[in-house]
């Protein structure tokens, strides 16, 4: 006889969770993304050996002459006075800035109309040019003292600033060329084409709508051209023979002598020239990065 206990279902068993699933689950890392101590230990290493020559330079440029403590302390601006005022710095930083500022201007106006016309029109030469401009970035700048030497005198334009410009700017034009062209190719061009619907010819379309766009590629092809033209020693050190109109890299040069060299001196030039261009970098370097990846892409 079946009993009404045995009639009755029994419950179902509970399930078993398995041990590694109790566990909570650890966060899975990347496959591609390395440790952070591959990271900063790389960065940190590079770091120092850059630091290591600016702390260089500060240590001889602010101690005391014939100090040979590892501290700049106590603290002098000898150095400093005496490149500004006895080695005429003055005058060389007057004319280093006179010329990254009208090369980084007539670059920037060049290289925005040839850009324009490389990304908005199309003629038989243009792959050619393109080409051509490219295989100008293979030539070294001294192989072109010799012409530009000699075009220079014909025009009586040797010991001028207007020589080193000049010269500066030719040199700058095919990449600078090269990079707003990118950044122009970018824009759309229906924008322009709806300017136009609206009444503007195709100068004031480029003034209203295209420009605005180009300001990062604009910084970075003009500080890029800025930077150029206050470093480079060559061209100034050839076309220039009045101390009057050199610039500050040929002034540095003159601190340093066959039989001395005053290290001290030699390092307050150093900080002169290099300070105005880290300050310039450091308020603009959000529109150069902006710029620069702009042009990397092609539009």
């Not at 030497?149 to 207007?162: G, T, V």
């Amino acid at each position: 006889m079946i009993t009404k206990e045995a009639t009755e279902v029994a419950p179902a068993p509970a399930p078993v969770t398995p041990a590694a699933e109790q566990r909570p689950r650890r966060k899975q890392r990347a496959w591609d993304e390395a440790p952070r101590w591959q990271i900063y230990v790389p960065l940190s290493i590079y770091l120092l050996f850059t630091l290591i020559p600016f702390y260089w330079i500060l240590l001889f440029a602010l101690r005391r002459p014939g100090s040979t403590s590892l501290v700049p302390w106590p603290m002098t601006f000898e150095h400093f006075e005496k490149v500004w005022n006895d080695r005429d710095f003055g005058v060389y930083f007057q004319n280093s800035v006179l010329t990254g500022l009208a090369t980084l201007v007539l670059t920037t106006v060049v290289a925005l109309a040839g850009g324009y016309a490389l990304a908005r029109f199309d003629f038989r030469i243009k792959r050619g040019f393109m080409i051509a401009l490219l295989c100008t970035q293979f030539v070294p700048g001294a192989l072109l003292l010799v012409p530009l030497f000699q075009i220079f005198a014909e025009l009586k334009m040797i010991n001028s600033l207007a020589s080193v410009i000049i010269a500066e700017t030719v040199f700058q034009l095919p990449l600078s060329m090269i990079l707003i062209s990118g950044f122009i190719r970018n824009v759309p061009y229906s924008l322009e084409e709806a300017a136009w619907v609206d009444g503007c010819n195709r100068f004031t379309a480029f003034r209203i709508v295209v420009l605005p766009l180009l300001r990062p590629g604009l910084i970075a092809v003009g500080s890029f051209a800025f930077v150029h033209a206050w470093n480079h020693f060559l061209f100034a050190l050839m076309f220039l023979s009045d101390q009057s109109k050199q610039t500050i890299p040929v002034g540095l040069n003159t601190l340093m002598s066959s039989d001395s060299v005053d290290l001290g001196a030699l390092a307050a030039g150093g900080i002169i020239a290099a300070v105005p261009v880290v300050i310039v970098f450091a308020f603009i370097q959000k529109w150069l990065i902006t710029g620069f990846s702009a042009g990397a892409v092609k539009g």
